[in-house]
């Protein structure tokens, strides 16, 4: 039995960010970290798009708004700080057609409400950043988009929270909560303080601690394709107007650190919680139970689940990914395209009374635990923010 203050479940980037923050908080307090990989960040922190997000698809009553623009700033820091990549490109939100231009203009109007640089041109100003573009009268440009190695930091804060104190052990998941103790594939702890940042795996622990009645992780598969075209073949990230009723933003052209092409990414329901490739990591009981949601939601749900899913499991296919991005730019086959990037999962939450899909960042907790059970994009770029506000609400909860 280990005794501890304060016991973090998950070592992604919010799990690791929470733990620097609460050690930072309380020098004198054990604060431990489970992560059941070897390394922490090798799931959906590991394997994001290496984006970071400037802040203007959300709301400004959102989260993800008030967190992201920050999130941007402090990320950038952080890599300056620690001598880390970051391609500083920027981004080009282009319209299709005359139907496009009032989100257009809604996303312009969000950005300046949430304080974030970005500016209206026309499609002649667009072709001078990137050349290559197709869009229709006008465009946005996000000048503090940038790309970063999102493994590189992972590494840099995992060595920062081991060396200012927090207790890191690798290759040891969760496994239940009896009483008050939580046990583990190596021990059983009895903690103050549990937080729950277990990412695809946030829900079932949030049970254990009777949160999350009416919500469910819906995983969804990411895929990114790279194209063969030399670096300098596109100068900035290009993406479509997104469709405001779903968290998902399309498939657009994302530059990585070292200036490298991609297209992506889909948004394939998956079939079980990590299922990256073929049947690895296959679990028959997340099988079964997430594809009779899945059929709950073709018959029923509020944001067209069927449609979203037909239109995603089409994008396996490299050219029907390739004509998507050729819809963005000129001057695209699908034979540039020739490998598939390493697969993410979004560990996305289903409100099962309503139906939904939640788009903002969802927190429950009370004195003994605080769960982290929405945290998806952009909440690597949200990362430092986001814990910083999960510590407040728990030291509310500890007074």
């Not at 709950?296 to 994008?315: N, P, Q, V, Y």
């Amino acid at each position: 039995m280990t005794k501890t203050e304060f016991l973090i479940i998950g070592g992604g980037v919010i799990g690791v960010c929470i733990a620097r923050e609460l050690r930072a908080r309380y020098p004198s307090e054990k604060v431990i970290l489970l992560e059941k990989e070897s390394s922490a960040g090798q799931h959906a922190s590991g394997r994001n798009s290496g984006v970071l997000h400037a802040g203007f698809y959300y709301t400004p009553d959102s989260l993800k708004a008030q967190f992201t623009r920050l999130g941007n700033q402090s990320m950038h820091t952080y890599c300056d700080v620690k001598g880390l990549r970051v391609n500083r490109c920027g981004k080009l939100v282009v319209a299709q057609d005359q139907s496009q231009l009032a989100s257009l203009d809604e996303l312009l109007r969000r950005g300046l409400a949430n304080g974030v640089p970005l500016h209206l041109i026309s499609a002649q100003e667009a072709r001078a950043i990137e050349p290559r573009v197709k869009t229709f009268e006008r465009a946005l440009f996000s000048p503090t988009t940038s790309s970063l190695d999102p493994t590189e930091v992972m590494a840099a804060m995992t060595r920062d929270a081991v060396a200012e104190g927090v207790e890191l052990r690798l290759g040891e998941a969760y496994v239940g909560k009896t009483g008050e103790t939580v046990r583990s594939t190596r021990d059983a702890y009895q903690a103050k303080y549990v937080v729950n940042a277990a990412g695809l795996y946030a829900d079932r622990v949030a049970r254990d601690f009777g949160f999350s009645e009416h919500y469910r992780i819906l995983p969804f598969k990411g895929l990114y394709l790279y194209s063969d075209e030399p670096i300098g073949a596109v100068r900035t990230h290009i993406y479509p107007v997104p469709d405001l009723r779903h968290p998902f933003l399309g498939v657009h052209y994302t530059l990585t650190v070292d200036g490298k092409v991609k297209i992506g990414p889909t948004a394939i329901p998956a079939f079980w919680r990590e299922q990256y490739s073929g049947v690895d990591r296959f679990s028959g009981s997340e099988f079964f139970e997430i594809i009779a949601r899945q059929a709950g939601l073709f018959l029923s749900s509020s944001f067209d689940f069927k449609t979203l899913a037909l239109r995603e499991l089409k994008k396996y296919s490299k050219a029907k990914m390739a004509a998507e991005a050729g819809e963005l730019l000129t001057g695209v086959s699908a034979a540039q395209f020739f490998k598939w990037g390493k697969p993410g999962i979004r560990a996305q939450l289903l409100d099962l009374r309503k139906g939904k899909l939640e788009m903002d960042f969802v927190l429950e907790g009370d004195g003994r635990s605080m769960h982290v059970l929405n945290a998806v994009s952009p909440a690597f770029t949200c990362s430092i923010p986001f814990s910083r506000y999960v510590c407040d609400r728990i030291a509310r909860q500890l007074k």
